[in-house]
């Protein structure tokens, strides 16, 4: 059983579409997330729900729309995408959106190639 | 604002050898989580070891041992009789722990890439 899958795992499309990535956590976790990893591996937080409710949204373009239709589903949808868009798209989860010994669990990833 | 400091970008050491990759942080937090995760060319990413800031001993998992020194603000990974499968992205990251309303995101640092070599 996958506790953090993302779907699909690769995804190469052509400037100007849109497309979305989909993440599903069967942990029970309150708090989901999503991150960007770019070409020098520098990982950094787009975007967190917690039960359903936007709780962090760094400085992203307004062309990156999240949509979580229950706590264990965190969506990602890129309009008009750009070369610059290219990178690896992690999801993850924790247990709750606050402190202490718990640590994210992350999906396998989603490779972004925009041509 | 939490800021985390990995500056060995690149690692080598011998199979069956000890490696210690360096982290230091800043933060403001009184209270905050420090985290070492791996990343294999394979893509996923992997928690390692976690150590509180209030916590008296040095976090171990396995041949993993974080280095904790809180005066120094640094969080040394140490990995003990390296394994040619330790070869990999290796991240320092920190969360706080109590910020009451605020946001209690990880923030990772750039990484160290660790080869090992037979």
């Known amino acids: 059983d996958t506790a953090v899958s993302q779907t699909p795992k690769y995804l190469v499309t052509q400037m100007g579409n849109d497309k979305s990535i989909k993440c599903e956590q069967n942990l029970g976790h309150d708090t989901m997330y999503w991150y960007k990893q770019d070409s020098k591996k520098f990982l950094k937080i787009m975007f967190s729900?917690?039960?359903?409710?936007?709780?962090i949204n760094e400085t992203v373009p307004n062309r990156f729309s999240p949509k979580s239709p229950d706590k264990a589903h965190l969506n990602l949808h890129i309009n008009s995408l750009e070369l610059g868009d290219s990178a690896v798209y992690f999801c993850?989860?924790?247990?709750?959106?606050?402190?202490?010994?718990?640590?994210?669990?992350f999906g396998s990833g989603t490779r972004l190639t925009v041509v | 604002a939490q800021k985390i400091t990995q500056t060995q970008p690149g690692m080598f050491v011998q199979e069956k050898e000890a490696v210690t990759l360096d982290c230091t942080y800043d933060t403001s937090d009184p209270s905050y989580g420090l985290f070492w995760y791996k990343q294999p060319s394979s893509g996923e990413m992997i928690f390692l070891i976690y150590q509180g800031s209030y916590d008296q001993q040095n976090a171990t998992e396995g041949r993993y041992s974080l280095n904790f020194q809180k005066a120094r603000k640094s969080a040394n990974l140490v990995i003990s009789a390296s394994q040619l499968g330790d070869s990999a992205m290796y991240f320092c990251a920190m969360r706080p722990r109590w910020r009451g309303a605020g946001s209690y995101q990880l923030t990772f640092g750039k990484g160290t890439k660790l080869s090992v070599i037979p």
């Open positions: 993850a989860s924790s247990r709750d959106r606050t402190g202490g010994n718990y640590g994210y669990t």
């Open positions: 729900y917690n039960n359903k409710e936007l709780i």
